[in-house]
């Protein structure tokens, strides 16, 4: 299993604002994703970051919201822009191909 | 559209009963089915299945998969209030294994 490390592990933050969360693997993986976790809510997949090419975003999330930047095997950071208070959730990273394992998330409130 | 739906959403038990917690999805090109134990922020992997009939086994967890009828269950014998927590199931779909989850059923043993 892959050991996964997220930072910051909260923050909060102002509207009209951005954070960019970093996400550490302890081994080289080909797939990373980025997922939200709102206020009661089940997790939603953002987007899927494969080294060397582009973010590809689920339904509903796009790139000039949420850009994504994947430099190697092992890292990648998820942008949140322009923040407003309903971006307020727990943003995890997960890696791996088939079993998927997930950091410890990013609590982020938005005032 | 993919859904993956779990029931019940929430479940009360005493110390030492035996839970069964039910996961039914309807998918386009399913590739796996996960179990995932969320207590706090960071869901932990539980199992991973991908072929009817094949019981996984973890301790007093186990979990199987029906492919024909499109459902899996997860059983924890023996209840213990350390089992208590949100039970995620997740279903993986397309070439890159993307995960779609389920609300979760939250379990709440009492002593």
């Known amino acids: 299993s892959a050991v996964i490390s997220q930072k910051p592990s909260r923050d909060i933050c102002q509207r009209g604002t951005s954070l960019t969360i970093q996400c550490q693997v302890d081994?080289?993986?080909?797939?990373m994703f980025w997922y939200r976790q709102q206020p009661g809510q089940s997790l939603t997949l953002i987007a899927t970051?494969?080294?060397?090419?582009?973010?590809?975003?689920e339904s509903g999330f796009v790139i000039d919201k949420f850009p994504i930047s994947r430099p190697n095997l092992t890292f990648s950071t998820l942008t949140v822009s322009n923040m407003s208070p309903e971006d307020s959730s727990i943003y995890l990273c997960?890696?791996?191909?088939?079993?998927?394992?997930f950091g410890p998330g990013t609590r982020l409130t938005v005032l | 559209e993919d859904k993956v739906v779990q029931s019940p959403l929430s479940l009360v038990v005493h110390e030492g009963d035996t839970v069964t917690l039910n996961c039914s999805y309807e998918?386009?090109?399913?590739?796996?089915l996960l179990w995932y134990k969320q207590e706090k922020k960071a869901p932990t992997f539980l199992f991973m299945l991908?072929?009817?009939?094949i019981e996984k086994k973890s301790g007093r967890l186990s979990s199987i998969l029906d492919k024909k009828e499109l459902f899996s269950i997860l059983n924890i014998t023996a209840t213990q209030t350390g089992d208590s927590a949100v039970y995620l199931c997740?279903?993986?779909?397309?070439?890159?294994?993307?995960?779609?989850f389920g609300k979760g059923t939250k379990l709440s043993v009492k002593p």
């Open positions: 997960s890696a791996g191909q088939i079993e998927q394992f």
């Open positions: 081994s080289q993986v080909t797939m």
């Open positions: 998918v386009t090109n399913f590739r796996s």
């Open positions: 991908t072929s009817s009939g």
């Open positions: 997740a279903v993986g779909v397309g070439s890159q294994g993307n995960l779609i």
């Open positions: 970051a494969n080294q060397g090419s582009e973010a590809t975003y």
